[in-house]
Protein backbone atom coordinates (compact mmCIF):
# COMPACT_ATOMS: atom_id res chain seq x y z
CA UNK A 1 0.00 0.00 0.00
CA UNK A 2 1.28 3.49 -0.51
CA UNK A 3 -0.73 4.96 2.23
CA UNK A 4 -1.45 3.82 5.57
CA UNK A 5 -4.97 4.56 7.17
CA UNK A 6 -2.59 6.16 10.19
CA UNK A 7 -1.26 9.80 9.91
CA UNK A 8 1.81 9.99 9.37
CA UNK A 9 2.61 10.87 13.41
CA UNK A 10 0.22 8.19 14.47
CA UNK A 11 2.64 5.58 12.72
CA UNK A 12 5.90 7.46 14.20
CA UNK A 13 3.94 7.07 17.46
CA UNK A 14 3.04 3.31 17.17
CA UNK A 15 6.28 2.58 16.01
CA UNK A 16 8.18 4.22 18.96
CA UNK A 17 6.34 2.33 21.42
CA UNK A 18 7.22 -0.49 19.78
CA UNK A 19 10.54 -1.59 21.62
CA UNK A 20 10.57 -5.30 19.62
CA UNK A 21 10.98 -3.46 16.48
CA UNK A 22 13.36 -1.15 17.86
CA UNK A 23 15.32 -4.10 19.03
CA UNK A 24 15.37 -5.46 16.17
CA UNK A 25 15.93 -2.63 13.24
CA UNK A 26 18.89 -1.52 15.99
CA UNK A 27 20.14 -5.65 14.77
CA UNK A 28 19.86 -5.70 11.57
CA UNK A 29 21.34 -1.89 11.09
CA UNK A 30 24.40 -2.43 13.21
CA UNK A 31 25.15 -5.99 11.56
CA UNK A 32 24.72 -4.48 8.29
CA UNK A 33 26.73 -1.49 8.40
CA UNK A 34 29.62 -3.07 10.19
CA UNK A 35 29.88 -5.53 7.50
CA UNK A 36 29.64 -2.70 4.52
CA UNK A 37 32.16 -1.07 6.21
CA UNK A 38 34.30 -3.64 6.50
CA UNK A 39 34.17 -5.13 2.82
CA UNK A 40 34.40 -1.88 1.77
CA UNK A 41 37.72 -1.41 3.67
CA UNK A 42 38.76 -5.04 1.75
CA UNK A 43 37.91 -3.37 -1.63
CA UNK A 44 41.25 -2.24 -3.28
CA UNK A 45 40.23 1.49 -5.18
CA UNK A 46 37.15 1.66 -3.21
CA UNK A 47 36.10 5.27 -3.41
CA UNK A 48 37.46 4.83 -7.09
CA UNK A 49 34.72 2.49 -7.99
CA UNK A 50 32.18 4.18 -6.25
CA UNK A 51 32.89 7.24 -8.44
CA UNK A 52 32.42 5.32 -11.62
CA UNK A 53 29.49 3.46 -10.29
CA UNK A 54 27.97 6.70 -9.83
CA UNK A 55 29.76 8.09 -13.23
CA UNK A 56 27.46 4.64 -14.81
CA UNK A 57 24.59 5.57 -13.87
CA UNK A 58 24.30 9.45 -14.51
CA UNK A 59 25.72 8.46 -17.98
CA UNK A 60 22.38 6.18 -18.23
CA UNK A 61 20.33 8.18 -17.11
CA UNK A 62 20.83 11.15 -18.59
CA UNK A 63 21.11 9.51 -22.16
CA UNK A 64 17.92 7.47 -20.80
CA UNK A 65 15.76 7.68 -23.87
CA UNK A 66 19.22 6.10 -25.97
CA UNK A 67 19.40 3.42 -23.67
CA UNK A 68 15.88 2.41 -23.44
CA UNK A 69 15.89 2.09 -26.74
CA UNK A 70 19.06 -0.15 -27.54
CA UNK A 71 17.67 -2.26 -24.46
CA UNK A 72 14.61 -3.25 -25.44
CA UNK A 73 15.81 -3.74 -29.58
CA UNK A 74 18.08 -6.35 -27.98
CA UNK A 75 15.66 -7.82 -26.47
CA UNK A 76 12.92 -8.49 -29.04
CA UNK A 77 16.16 -9.57 -31.24
CA UNK A 78 16.44 -12.00 -28.31
CA UNK A 79 13.30 -13.36 -28.80
CA UNK A 80 11.55 -11.43 -25.89
CA UNK A 81 8.19 -9.17 -25.81
CA UNK A 82 9.00 -5.84 -24.68
CA UNK A 83 5.60 -3.90 -23.24
CA UNK A 84 5.51 -0.50 -22.21
CA UNK A 85 4.07 0.89 -19.27
CA UNK A 86 2.72 3.90 -18.62
CA UNK A 87 1.91 4.55 -15.33
CA UNK A 88 0.48 1.47 -12.20
CA UNK A 89 -2.87 1.06 -13.70
CA UNK A 90 -1.55 0.12 -17.24
CA UNK A 91 1.28 -2.62 -16.17
CA UNK A 92 -1.07 -4.27 -13.88
CA UNK A 93 -3.80 -4.50 -17.15
CA UNK A 94 -0.45 -5.70 -19.26
CA UNK A 95 0.64 -8.39 -16.35
CA UNK A 96 -2.85 -9.78 -15.93
CA UNK A 97 -3.48 -10.25 -19.76
CA UNK A 98 -0.32 -11.78 -19.97
CA UNK A 99 -1.21 -14.30 -16.62
CA UNK A 100 -4.75 -14.86 -18.04
CA UNK A 101 -3.08 -15.69 -21.80
CA UNK A 102 -0.85 -18.17 -20.10
CA UNK A 103 -3.63 -20.25 -18.57
CA UNK A 104 -7.03 -19.72 -20.25
CA UNK A 105 -8.97 -22.43 -18.97
CA UNK A 106 -8.62 -22.18 -15.37
CA UNK A 107 -7.44 -19.59 -12.41
CA UNK A 108 -3.86 -18.98 -13.42
CA UNK A 109 -1.11 -19.51 -10.47
CA UNK A 110 1.97 -17.11 -10.36
CA UNK A 111 5.24 -17.60 -8.86
CA UNK A 112 6.82 -14.65 -7.97
CA UNK A 113 10.82 -13.15 -6.77
CA UNK A 114 11.24 -10.21 -5.09
CA UNK A 115 10.52 -6.92 -7.17
CA UNK A 116 9.65 -3.33 -5.55
CA UNK A 117 8.02 -2.49 -8.67
CA UNK A 118 5.33 -5.05 -8.00
CA UNK A 119 4.90 -3.62 -4.67
CA UNK A 120 4.87 0.22 -6.18
CA UNK A 121 2.32 -0.93 -8.94
CA UNK A 122 0.26 -3.09 -6.17
CA UNK A 123 0.83 -5.99 -8.23
CA UNK A 124 -0.42 -8.95 -5.81
CA UNK A 125 -4.02 -7.19 -4.70
CA UNK A 126 -4.85 -6.77 -8.41
CA UNK A 127 -3.77 -10.52 -9.79
CA UNK A 128 -5.59 -12.16 -6.41
CA UNK A 129 -9.00 -9.75 -6.92
CA UNK A 130 -9.03 -11.58 -10.87
CA UNK A 131 -8.84 -14.90 -8.94
CA UNK A 132 -4.90 -15.56 -9.07
CA UNK A 133 -3.47 -17.39 -6.59
CA UNK A 134 0.49 -15.48 -6.46
CA UNK A 135 2.46 -16.33 -3.53
CA UNK A 136 6.00 -14.98 -3.39
CA UNK A 137 9.08 -16.89 -2.90
CA UNK A 138 11.40 -15.08 -1.32
CA UNK A 139 11.51 -16.05 2.42
CA UNK A 140 11.06 -12.31 3.50
CA UNK A 141 8.50 -11.88 1.46
CA UNK A 142 6.66 -15.03 1.45
CA UNK A 143 6.61 -14.02 5.60
CA UNK A 144 5.28 -10.71 5.28
CA UNK A 145 2.75 -12.25 2.40
CA UNK A 146 1.50 -14.40 4.61
CA UNK A 147 0.68 -12.10 7.24
CA UNK A 148 -0.73 -9.52 5.43
CA UNK A 149 2.06 -6.91 5.26
CA UNK A 150 4.12 -5.15 3.27
CA UNK A 151 7.54 -5.41 3.42
CA UNK A 152 8.96 -2.71 5.62
CA UNK A 153 12.17 -2.63 4.04
CA UNK A 154 14.05 -3.22 0.75
CA UNK A 155 16.38 -5.63 0.95
CA UNK A 156 15.16 -7.17 4.33
CA UNK A 157 11.26 -7.32 3.92
CA UNK A 158 11.09 -9.07 6.66
CA UNK A 159 13.38 -6.94 9.28
CA UNK A 160 10.43 -6.23 11.44
CA UNK A 161 9.95 -9.28 12.90
CA UNK A 162 11.67 -11.74 15.07
CA UNK A 163 11.98 -15.33 15.14
CA UNK A 164 9.32 -16.07 17.10
CA UNK A 165 6.68 -14.01 15.41
CA UNK A 166 7.68 -16.27 12.48
CA UNK A 167 7.38 -19.05 14.61
CA UNK A 168 4.12 -18.65 15.44
CA UNK A 169 2.67 -18.04 12.18
CA UNK A 170 4.15 -21.51 10.62
CA UNK A 171 2.50 -22.87 13.23
CA UNK A 172 -0.43 -21.32 12.66
CA UNK A 173 -0.14 -21.78 8.93
CA UNK A 174 1.18 -24.92 8.20
CA UNK A 175 1.19 -26.99 11.88
CA UNK A 176 5.09 -26.49 12.68
CA UNK A 177 6.09 -27.67 16.26
CA UNK A 178 7.14 -23.99 17.70
CA UNK A 179 10.51 -23.26 17.66
CA UNK A 180 13.42 -20.66 17.57
CA UNK A 181 15.73 -22.72 14.91
CA UNK A 182 15.77 -21.03 11.71
CA UNK A 183 16.56 -23.98 9.89
CA UNK A 184 13.74 -25.69 10.81
CA UNK A 185 11.40 -22.79 10.12
CA UNK A 186 13.28 -22.22 6.47
CA UNK A 187 12.81 -25.85 6.18
CA UNK A 188 9.11 -25.39 5.92
CA UNK A 189 8.85 -22.50 4.12
CA UNK A 190 11.30 -24.51 1.54
CA UNK A 191 9.06 -27.53 1.62
CA UNK A 192 6.05 -25.32 0.75
CA UNK A 193 7.38 -23.01 -1.59
CA UNK A 194 8.92 -26.07 -4.01
CA UNK A 195 5.53 -27.30 -5.32
CA UNK A 196 4.48 -23.60 -6.28
CA UNK A 197 7.08 -23.22 -8.73
CA UNK A 198 5.95 -26.65 -10.48
CA UNK A 199 2.02 -25.59 -10.50
CA UNK A 200 3.19 -22.20 -11.26
CA UNK A 201 1.74 -21.36 -14.82
CA UNK A 202 3.88 -17.51 -14.69
CA UNK A 203 6.86 -16.69 -13.26
CA UNK A 204 7.45 -13.03 -11.90
CA UNK A 205 10.64 -11.13 -11.41
CA UNK A 206 12.17 -8.39 -10.67
CA UNK A 207 15.23 -6.75 -12.13
CA UNK A 208 18.40 -5.94 -10.58
CA UNK A 209 19.48 -4.29 -13.97
CA UNK A 210 19.20 -4.32 -17.48
CA UNK A 211 21.87 -4.34 -19.79
CA UNK A 212 21.16 -2.28 -22.59
CA UNK A 213 23.96 -3.66 -25.01
CA UNK A 214 23.29 -7.20 -25.22
CA UNK A 215 19.45 -7.04 -24.21
CA UNK A 216 20.45 -8.66 -20.54
CA UNK A 217 18.48 -8.69 -17.74
CA UNK A 218 20.12 -9.53 -14.49
CA UNK A 219 18.76 -11.03 -11.19
CA UNK A 220 20.42 -11.13 -7.77
CA UNK A 221 19.16 -13.04 -5.30
CA UNK A 222 20.66 -14.85 -1.93
CA UNK A 223 18.23 -17.68 -2.16
CA UNK A 224 18.28 -18.94 -5.16
CA UNK A 225 14.16 -18.90 -5.27
CA UNK A 226 14.16 -16.05 -9.23
CA UNK A 227 16.23 -18.79 -11.06
CA UNK A 228 13.36 -21.43 -10.16
CA UNK A 229 10.77 -18.40 -10.41
CA UNK A 230 11.79 -17.91 -14.35
CA UNK A 231 13.02 -21.13 -15.30
CA UNK A 232 10.19 -23.66 -14.14
CA UNK A 233 7.10 -22.22 -15.06
CA UNK A 234 6.38 -21.58 -18.57
CA UNK A 235 6.50 -18.15 -19.10
CA UNK A 236 8.77 -15.40 -17.26
CA UNK A 237 7.44 -11.77 -16.99
CA UNK A 238 10.03 -9.71 -15.84
CA UNK A 239 9.37 -6.52 -14.06
CA UNK A 240 11.95 -2.97 -14.09
CA UNK A 241 11.26 0.30 -13.65
CA UNK A 242 12.58 2.33 -16.85
CA UNK A 243 15.66 3.76 -14.78
CA UNK A 244 17.64 0.42 -13.86
CA UNK A 245 19.78 0.23 -17.17
CA UNK A 246 23.36 0.03 -17.46
CA UNK A 247 25.29 0.55 -20.63
CA UNK A 248 27.05 -2.66 -20.98
CA UNK A 249 28.11 -5.65 -19.15
CA UNK A 250 31.32 -4.18 -17.99
CA UNK A 251 29.26 -1.15 -16.34
CA UNK A 252 27.00 -4.48 -15.00
CA UNK A 253 29.79 -5.82 -13.20
CA UNK A 254 31.09 -2.31 -11.44
CA UNK A 255 27.38 -2.54 -10.48
CA UNK A 256 27.61 -6.16 -8.90
CA UNK A 257 30.68 -5.63 -7.06
CA UNK A 258 28.23 -2.22 -5.28
CA UNK A 259 25.62 -3.51 -4.89
CA UNK A 260 26.19 -6.79 -2.77
CA UNK A 261 28.41 -4.96 -0.48
CA UNK A 262 25.96 -2.15 0.39
CA UNK A 263 23.11 -4.21 0.44
CA UNK A 264 24.20 -7.66 2.59
CA UNK A 265 27.82 -6.68 3.17
CA UNK A 266 28.87 -9.64 0.59
CA UNK A 267 31.49 -9.47 -1.89
CA UNK A 268 28.98 -11.11 -4.46
CA UNK A 269 25.60 -12.23 -3.91
CA UNK A 270 24.59 -16.49 -4.29
CA UNK A 271 23.08 -15.97 -6.97
CA UNK A 272 23.43 -13.78 -10.33
CA UNK A 273 21.03 -14.78 -13.57
CA UNK A 274 21.70 -12.95 -16.53
CA UNK A 275 18.38 -13.42 -18.72
CA UNK A 276 18.72 -13.14 -22.06
CA UNK A 277 15.60 -13.78 -23.68
CA UNK A 278 13.38 -16.96 -23.70
CA UNK A 279 14.82 -20.39 -23.77
CA UNK A 280 16.37 -21.64 -27.14
CA UNK A 281 16.61 -24.73 -29.02
CA UNK A 282 18.45 -27.34 -27.16
CA UNK A 283 19.05 -25.01 -23.79
CA UNK A 284 18.23 -27.40 -20.63
CA UNK A 285 16.33 -24.38 -19.18
CA UNK A 286 14.35 -21.43 -18.86
CA UNK A 287 10.77 -20.03 -19.76
CA UNK A 288 9.03 -20.51 -23.41
CA UNK A 289 8.13 -16.85 -23.55
CA UNK A 290 9.83 -13.78 -21.80
CA UNK A 291 8.50 -10.55 -21.74
CA UNK A 292 9.49 -7.72 -20.13
CA UNK A 293 7.16 -4.62 -18.84
CA UNK A 294 8.72 -1.64 -18.56
CA UNK A 295 6.86 0.86 -15.78
CA UNK A 296 7.45 4.73 -16.22
CA UNK A 297 4.87 5.32 -13.22
CA UNK A 298 5.96 9.08 -12.92
CA UNK A 299 9.96 8.30 -13.51
CA UNK A 300 9.99 10.19 -16.72
CA UNK A 301 8.29 13.55 -15.07
CA UNK A 302 10.86 12.83 -12.26
CA UNK A 303 13.75 13.31 -14.76
CA UNK A 304 13.47 16.80 -15.49
CA UNK A 305 13.05 17.82 -12.02
CA UNK A 306 14.75 18.68 -9.08
CA UNK A 307 15.05 14.93 -7.91
CA UNK A 308 16.06 13.67 -11.00
CA UNK A 309 19.15 12.53 -8.66
CA UNK A 310 16.88 9.86 -6.79
CA UNK A 311 16.56 7.87 -10.60
CA UNK A 312 20.24 6.73 -9.99
CA UNK A 313 19.43 4.32 -6.94
CA UNK A 314 20.59 1.05 -7.38
CA UNK A 315 18.08 0.09 -4.15
CA UNK A 316 20.48 -1.45 -1.83
CA UNK A 317 19.13 -0.18 1.08
CA UNK A 318 22.24 0.90 2.96
CA UNK A 319 20.99 4.29 3.58
CA UNK A 320 18.08 3.00 5.41
CA UNK A 321 20.53 0.95 7.76
CA UNK A 322 22.19 4.14 8.83
CA UNK A 323 19.32 6.83 8.90
CA UNK A 324 18.69 7.50 12.47
CA UNK A 325 14.98 8.09 12.03
CA UNK A 326 14.48 4.45 9.66
CA UNK A 327 16.41 2.91 12.89
CA UNK A 328 14.08 4.82 15.15
CA UNK A 329 10.63 4.32 12.72
CA UNK A 330 11.16 1.06 10.91
CA UNK A 331 9.85 0.75 7.07
CA UNK A 332 5.99 0.79 7.72
CA UNK A 333 6.53 3.99 9.90
CA UNK A 334 6.92 6.33 6.17
CA UNK A 335 3.72 4.81 4.84
CA UNK A 336 4.98 4.24 2.06
CA UNK A 337 6.55 1.40 -0.58
CA UNK A 338 9.81 3.34 -0.65
CA UNK A 339 10.76 4.14 3.18
CA UNK A 340 13.98 5.51 4.71
CA UNK A 341 16.05 8.50 3.61
CA UNK A 342 15.49 7.90 -0.51
CA UNK A 343 11.98 6.69 -0.15
CA UNK A 344 11.24 10.32 1.35
CA UNK A 345 12.69 11.69 -1.89
CA UNK A 346 11.76 9.15 -4.28
CA UNK A 347 7.83 8.74 -2.65
CA UNK A 348 6.99 12.22 -3.69
CA UNK A 349 8.85 12.24 -6.67
CA UNK A 350 6.98 9.25 -8.45
CA UNK A 351 3.70 9.55 -6.33
CA UNK A 352 3.28 13.16 -5.93
CA UNK A 353 2.70 15.48 -3.21
CA UNK A 354 0.77 13.78 -0.53
CA UNK A 355 3.93 11.84 0.45
CA UNK A 356 5.95 15.31 0.68
CA UNK A 357 5.72 15.54 4.41
CA UNK A 358 8.06 12.28 4.54
CA UNK A 359 10.83 14.42 4.06
CA UNK A 360 10.42 16.10 7.59
CA UNK A 361 11.22 12.93 9.04
CA UNK A 362 15.26 13.33 8.59
CA UNK A 363 17.85 15.01 11.06
CA UNK A 364 19.69 16.11 7.67
CA UNK A 365 22.60 14.27 9.21
CA UNK A 366 24.44 13.27 5.85
CA UNK A 367 25.15 9.63 6.90
CA UNK A 368 22.32 8.69 3.96
CA UNK A 369 25.09 10.67 1.27
CA UNK A 370 28.12 9.14 2.96
CA UNK A 371 26.86 5.47 2.23
CA UNK A 372 25.33 5.91 -0.67
CA UNK A 373 27.17 3.68 -3.01
CA UNK A 374 26.63 5.89 -5.81
CA UNK A 375 26.99 8.73 -3.88
CA UNK A 376 23.04 10.31 -4.21
CA UNK A 377 22.70 13.71 -2.19
CA UNK A 378 19.48 12.45 -0.84
CA UNK A 379 19.94 15.48 1.94
CA UNK A 380 20.03 18.14 -0.71
CA UNK A 381 16.64 16.32 -2.57
CA UNK A 382 14.84 16.07 0.78
CA UNK A 383 15.50 19.79 1.24
CA UNK A 384 13.96 20.68 -2.27
CA UNK A 385 10.94 18.19 -1.33
CA UNK A 386 10.29 20.47 2.40
CA UNK A 387 10.40 23.25 0.29
CA UNK A 388 7.95 21.84 -2.36
CA UNK A 389 5.32 20.85 0.72
CA UNK A 390 6.31 24.77 2.06
CA UNK A 391 5.46 26.09 -1.56
CA UNK A 392 2.24 23.61 -1.61
CA UNK A 393 0.99 25.29 1.72
CA UNK A 394 1.12 21.90 3.27
CA UNK A 395 2.31 22.87 6.82
CA UNK A 396 0.20 23.61 9.36
CA UNK A 397 -1.64 26.96 10.28
CA UNK A 398 0.08 27.32 13.41
CA UNK A 399 3.41 26.59 11.88
CA UNK A 400 2.60 29.12 8.89
CA UNK A 401 1.60 31.59 11.71
CA UNK A 402 4.26 30.98 14.02
CA UNK A 403 6.92 31.43 11.30
CA UNK A 404 5.36 34.77 10.06
CA UNK A 405 5.04 36.24 13.60
CA UNK A 406 8.96 35.01 13.98
CA UNK A 407 10.45 36.99 11.15
CA UNK A 408 8.32 39.76 12.22
CA UNK A 409 9.89 39.92 15.51
CA UNK A 410 13.36 39.31 14.11
CA UNK A 411 12.78 42.16 11.94
CA UNK A 412 11.88 44.60 14.36
CA UNK A 413 14.11 45.06 17.30
CA UNK A 414 11.49 46.48 19.87
CA UNK A 415 9.45 43.36 19.42
CA UNK A 416 12.31 41.27 20.19
CA UNK A 417 13.50 42.58 22.66
CA UNK A 418 10.12 42.67 24.29
CA UNK A 419 9.73 38.83 23.25
CA UNK A 420 12.80 37.73 25.04
CA UNK A 421 12.11 40.03 28.26
CA UNK A 422 8.82 37.93 28.04
CA UNK A 423 10.10 35.01 27.59
CA UNK A 424 13.00 35.39 30.29
CA UNK A 425 10.38 36.17 32.76
CA UNK A 426 7.40 33.16 32.16
CA UNK A 427 9.05 30.19 30.80
CA UNK A 428 11.01 29.78 34.75
CA UNK A 429 6.91 29.54 35.72
CA UNK A 430 6.57 26.28 33.43
CA UNK A 431 9.84 25.08 34.37
CA UNK A 432 10.84 22.41 36.58
CA UNK A 433 15.04 22.52 37.54
CA UNK A 434 15.40 24.48 34.82
CA UNK A 435 14.11 22.34 32.33
CA UNK A 436 10.60 23.42 30.64
CA UNK A 437 9.61 19.81 30.35
CA UNK A 438 5.20 19.86 28.72
CA UNK A 439 4.34 22.78 27.30
CA UNK A 440 0.71 22.71 25.46
CA UNK A 441 -0.27 21.52 21.76
CA UNK A 442 0.89 22.23 19.06
CA UNK A 443 4.56 22.67 20.75
CA UNK A 444 4.21 19.21 22.99
CA UNK A 445 5.48 17.72 20.00
CA UNK A 446 8.91 19.26 21.07
CA UNK A 447 8.24 18.51 24.91
CA UNK A 448 7.27 14.75 24.05
CA UNK A 449 10.98 13.71 23.77
CA UNK A 450 12.86 16.55 24.76
CA UNK A 451 13.15 19.09 27.51
CA UNK A 452 13.46 22.88 27.07
CA UNK A 453 15.67 24.90 28.67
CA UNK A 454 14.36 27.81 30.16
CA UNK A 455 14.94 31.16 28.68
CA UNK A 456 17.40 33.10 30.53
CA UNK A 457 16.25 36.44 32.36
CA UNK A 458 18.95 38.44 30.83
CA UNK A 459 20.05 38.31 27.30
CA UNK A 460 23.68 37.79 26.19
CA UNK A 461 24.19 41.50 26.01
CA UNK A 462 23.17 42.51 29.65
CA UNK A 463 25.60 40.39 30.44
CA UNK A 464 28.19 41.11 28.17
CA UNK A 465 27.16 45.25 29.40
CA UNK A 466 27.59 44.41 33.16
CA UNK A 467 31.31 42.26 32.60
CA UNK A 468 32.42 45.64 30.99
CA UNK A 469 31.05 47.67 33.48
CA UNK A 470 33.38 47.52 36.61
CA UNK A 471 36.37 47.02 34.14
CA UNK A 472 35.63 50.47 32.22
CA UNK A 473 35.23 52.19 35.70
CA UNK A 474 38.95 51.02 36.36
CA UNK A 475 40.04 53.57 33.94
S1 LIG B 1 19.94 5.94 -2.29
FE1 LIG B 1 21.95 4.98 -2.39
S2 LIG B 1 22.15 3.97 -0.38
FE2 LIG B 1 19.96 4.40 -0.63
S3 LIG B 1 19.10 2.56 -1.55
FE3 LIG B 1 19.63 3.94 -3.24
S4 LIG B 1 21.70 3.34 -3.85
FE4 LIG B 1 21.33 2.45 -1.84
Redesign the pocket.
Known amino acids: MTSAPLHFHDRIEKSLHNPVLQAALDRNAERRIAGRNQRFGEMAAAEAVRDRGRAIRIETISRLDHYLEQFTANIERNGGHVHWAADAAEARQIILGLVRAAAPERPAVVAKSKSMVSEEIHLNPALEEAGVQVVETDLGEFIVQLRGETPSH ?1 ITPAVHLTRDDVSALFHERFGMAPTRDVEQMTAVARRELRQVYFRADVGITGVNFGVAETGTVAIVTNEGNADLTKDVPRVHIALMGLERLVPTLTDLELMLRLLPR ?1 ATAQKASSYVSLVNGPRRPGEPDGAEEFHLVLVDNGRSAALGSELAE ?1 L ?9 NVCPVFREIGGHGYGAVYS ?3 GSVVSPALFGAAFNELANASTLCGA ?1 RD ?4 R ?1 D ?1 PAMLLAVRARHVQAGQPPAWLAWGLKAWAMGLQAPALYHAAQWAAGLGSPLLAREGYIRRLPPPLDAWTGRRDFPVFARETFRQRWQKRRQPTDGGH
Open positions: ISALCIRCGACLGPICICPVII
